[in-house]
């Protein structure tokens, strides 16, 4: 390691070392190793399942390669690939309905698989934001994983750059931060162009209870 | 041993938390620090008079009574210190049994005890294990409780002990699914919660000892004690990954290395957990 160049730069990699040794990065393990576990371990699994909850599409192979943390020419492509992605309402209508908004933002459970705590029948999929995110005012049983977003449409306004910026980080979050821990909501077909409409309502809207 | 009559005080308290959650639960933000603190209160006193125990005191029927084909009792069950031996077995797993050729956690052995010992089919060992009141409950709760005060200590000595400690890093670290969630998603940053929930940061060693020495743990809201298994595939349930197997070789490497990040924590199990 040359050190004489710059103080600065040999702290920054000896704590670039420092911190990915307390990660346990000493430990690798080949792909392939990794591939015949996961096909034993999740035996069970359908071919469905398999293909949409086991396999990796790119994004997610390289998110966990770079520990959601990619270099910066990497960063740059999944960001680009991901606003790529995004599709847009049939209406062409990116501000929806603030109430259903509302609704899909509280709704938790949906989309689980499992024999022994099966998903009662007709449970719906929703955004489960108040999870991670501080939004509502009132509400005050919300989770920091991610940003306070209490607020956010009152500093923020509803011009037509504002309304598409939201709109396409709940579609896909990495199109503004790759490997964001945001789940890619649209790209995923979690929730629908429609649905994600709404839940800009919900954070755009003055009437909603995220800005009053 | 305590009496059951004994401990229906107790158990009233573990059945009014779930209510006093949702009371907290409504705390102001600002208050968020009181609020833990009023959470741990309550734990403390709940680690008082933990129905754990009577799980524990099943298992150790368990232990000493014959069953299967062959009459046995698993007294003679090997689970890495030697036959029989118990005290901080459960701190020393998951480890490399070299009668299986396999590094084996809690419950994986004693099923390979379970069938070479009493003689029972892997089936037989294995049925209903997740329910309230099943002989692996029983069984971990009080093979647990046998390494009270022992220090985590997973070892790291055999190179399939290595392997299975990168495996469970990498699985870590792995995002997959509809939600694209990896366990790092939500245990590698710290002070996080989910809603109300504390998420620990597995990465940190305080924080991933603070867990992983309660587990095996009575789950107030469930009525039973979970074991390491049953709490990983829950995650995973949650994540919207599919169910993985039972004594699978990914809940096994997930052991490996959260035991190895939480190695020097002090062993507490029977937890008692929301």
Not at chain 1, 138 to 143: F, R, Y
Not at chain 2, 36 to 60: D, T
Not at chain 2, 81 to 91: D, M, R, W
Not at chain 2, 235 to 248: F, K, N
Request: hydrophobic share 40%.
């Amino acid at each position: 390691m040359h050190c004489v160049n710059s103080k600065l730069v040999c702290t920054l990699l000896l704590i670039g070392w420092f911190g990915s040794a307390m990660a346990g990065e000493d430990a690798t393990v080949d792909a392939e190793r990794l591939q015949d576990a996961l096909r034993r371990s999740f035996s069970g699994a359908t071919p469905e399942e398999w293909k949409t909850r086991v396999e990796q599409d790119r994004n997610q192979t390289l998110c966990s390669r770079y520990r959601n943390a990619p270099p910066p020419d990497i960063a740059a492509a999944i960001s680009a690939e991901a606003l790529s992605s995004v599709r847009y309402p049939e209406s062409n209508k990116l501000l929806g309905d603030w109430k259903k908004g509302e609704q899909l933002a509280m709704i938790s459970g949906g989309g689980q698989v499992s024999r022994i705590v099966p998903d009662p029948a007709g449970t719906r999929r929703g955004g489960n934001c108040f999870a991670c995110h501080a939004l509502s005012v009132k509400e005050v049983a919300a989770g920091n994983l991610g940003p306070v977003l209490t607020g956010f449409g009152k500093a923020r306004g509803t011009s037509t750059e504002t309304v598409r910026y939201t709109y396409e980080k709940i579609y896909n979050a990495q199109a503004y931060f790759a490997c964001s821990f945001m789940p890619r909501f649209g790209h995923n077909g979690w929730l629908t162009p429609d649905q994600i409409a709404d839940l800009v309502a919900f954070l755009l809207d003055p009437q909603s209870p995220v800005n009053r | 041993m305590t009496s059951f009559a004994s401990m229906w005080p107790r158990l009233l308290l573990a059945l009014l938390l779930p209510c006093l959650w949702c009371i907290v639960a409504r705390a102001d933000d600002a208050q968020d620090a009181r609020t833990r603190e009023e959470i741990n209160k309550y734990r403390e006193m709940l680690q008082e008079g933990n129905p754990a125990e009577l799980s524990e005191a099943r298992g150790e029927e368990l232990w000493t009574t014959r069953a299967g084909p062959r009459n046995a009792t698993l007294e003679q069950c090997d689970l890495g210190l030697g036959p029989g031996k118990l005290e901080g077995a459960y701190a020393r797993l998951p480890r490399y049994f070299a009668d299986t050729r396999e590094v084996q956690d809690v419950e994986s052995r004693l099923v390979t005890c379970m069938v070479e010992l009493q003689g029972l089919t892997r089936e037989q060992a294995t049925r209903g294990w997740y329910q309230a009141n099943s002989d692996m409950e029983g069984l971990v709760t009080y093979i647990a409780g046998k390494s009270r005060g022992a220090s985590i200590e997973t070892p790291q000595v055999h190179p399939a002990e290595r392997d299975m400690n990168a495996l469970g890093n990498a699985l870590f670290f792995r995002r997959s699914g509809p939600l694209d969630f990896s366990c790092a998603t939500c245990h590698s940053q710290p002070d996080r919660r989910i809603r109300l929930q504390e998420v620990r940061d597995l990465l940190l060693p305080e924080d991933a000892r603070i867990v992983l020495t309660q587990w095996p743990a009575y789950r107030v809201s469930q009525g039973q004690v979970w074991t390491m298994e049953r709490r990983l595939m829950d995650c995973m349930r949650q994540m919207r990954w599919p169910e993985p197997g039972y004594l699978s070789e990914a809940l096994i490497a997930l052991q490996v290395f959260l035991q190895k990040q939480a190695a020097g924590g002090v062993m507490q199990a029977p937890g008692i957990k929301r």
